[in-house]
């Protein structure tokens, strides 16, 4: 982040004149919301907002598309209607709407080059963005410990049923909903970011009582999860192993190249999804640490918060709405071949006979395992 403090320190000083602010275009009825941090800061470079118009803009056509076909296969092929698959068709309806709201709104006011739909407006924005954004990290949490529950525990553990995924999801959004409206009651409040198009918490406020939101609410919807999928992961990745370890040695005694019973296909399948899981989980957090690391350096004033640098806060939160669709088009063998056969021209290079096979039989998991082997 401090890159782009350094980029936007010029661009700031060569722009505006020393009379006018960032906060200059702020419509009368939101200047209540503005801190008085952006008042130092001169107007910036119209060209920032064209660009992340233009960025929004195929950031929302992406996702809109991507959630929209992930939400149309899944929910009209009855092969993909498990369980652990209504966990993803969660996730891809959350950042759909994610999208749907932000998108809109930043195209609007990165071509007014400020926020100009109002203060409840505002609030609503921010909301939105927190609640999908919180929902989609616990949805991850849950297809963590779905893969968990399968790898590690294999036939130990209790199998997830409709009736479970569906309460584990109803949960998620409750809790979500719970943190974010606090800041609609008077702990924390949305306000306009610093680059005026977009609207967030408030990490700017002197008060602790208002920081407090921001470092407990970090705790339950940023590390919570991330220490949790770790360790999900890490005993994945060590029993994945282990299972690898056996079959090479069991291989080994009964004197033949390599060893793929039904039970190892399997196993090589769920594995396969599991790094589906930990890709896309990889990406949300690329997604939403920067924004995490804008609101502790506001909190904390580690750094001098200029308007640039929380555009880029807003791009790679936004951004997480588009990479799960893409990832799971690429990497899950059920989905590509309903793709193929229901929307093919959106299918790259074709659909092998495995994947097709896998969609219409779950036998079929024998040849997937071994053309991932060859």
């Known amino acids: 982040m ?15 004149a020393s009379n006018q602010t960032v906060v200059d275009m702020v419509l009368p009825d939101m200047l209540s919301k503005i801190d008085p941090h952006w008042y130092q800061f ?23 598309t991507g959630n929209g076909v992930v939400l149309y296969i899944f929910s009209t092929t009855k092969s993909l209607r498990t369980p652990s698959n209504l966990l993803v068709v969660n996730l891809a309806f959350s950042d759909f709407f994610m999208m749907v709201i932000m998108c809109p709104f930043m195209l609007v006011n990165c071509y007014n080059e400020t926020w100009v739909f109002g ?7 921010a909301f939105f963005g927190s609640l999908f954004g919180c929902t989609s990290i616990w949805t991850m949490v849950l297809i963590a410990f779905d893969r968990y529950n ?8 209790k199998p997830l049923t409709i009736k479970k995924a569906l309460l584990e999801i109803i949960v998620v959004w409750l809790h979500a909903l719970a943190w974010t409206l606090f800041p609609m009651f008077g702990w924390n409040r949305y306000v306009p970011e610093g680059n005026m198009t977009a609207c967030g918490t408030d990490y700017l406020t002197k008060d602790w009582v208002q920081k407090s939101y921001i470092l407990v609410y970090s705790i339950f919807c940023y590390w919570m999860p991330l220490l949790t999928i770790i360790y999900s992961y890490f005993f994945i990745v060590q029993a994945v ?5 056996g079959m090479r040695e069991q291989a080994k005694k009964m004197n033949v190249a390599s060893l793929r019973s039904a039970e190892a296909s399997n196993t090589s399948a769920e594995c396969k999804l599991a790094k589906v899981a930990l890709m896309t989980i990889s990406l949300w957090f690329m997604a939403w640490t920067p924004y995490l690391i804008i609101n502790f350096a506001g909190i904390f004033e580690t750094m001098t918060i200029s308007p640039l640098v929380t555009i880029w806060g807003s791009l790679f939160a936004k951004a997480s709405a588009v990479y799960n669709p893409i990832v799971y088009g690429i990497s899950h063998p059920k989905y590509r071949a309903a793709l193929n ?15 097709q096979g896998d969609a219409k039989s779950q036998a079929s998991n ?5 053309s991932e082997k060859a």
């Open 2 to 16: 401090a890159s782009a403090h350094m980029i936007g320190e010029p661009i700031m000083s060569r722009w505006g």
């Open 42 to 64: 001169p107007p910036m470079n119209p060209l920032w907002h064209a660009i992340l118009g233009f960025v929004i803009g195929v950031l929302g056509f992406v996702s809109w």
């Open 119 to 125: 203060p409840l407006m505002c609030e609503l924005y």
């Open 150 to 157: 399968v790898i590690v525990k294999g036939l130990s553990a």
């Open 241 to 245: 192993a282990a299972h690898e370890r």
């Open 341 to 355: 056969e229901k929307l093919p021209f959106l299918v790259c290079g074709g659909v092998d006979n495995t994947a």
């Open 366 to 370: 024998d040849t997937t395992a071994a």
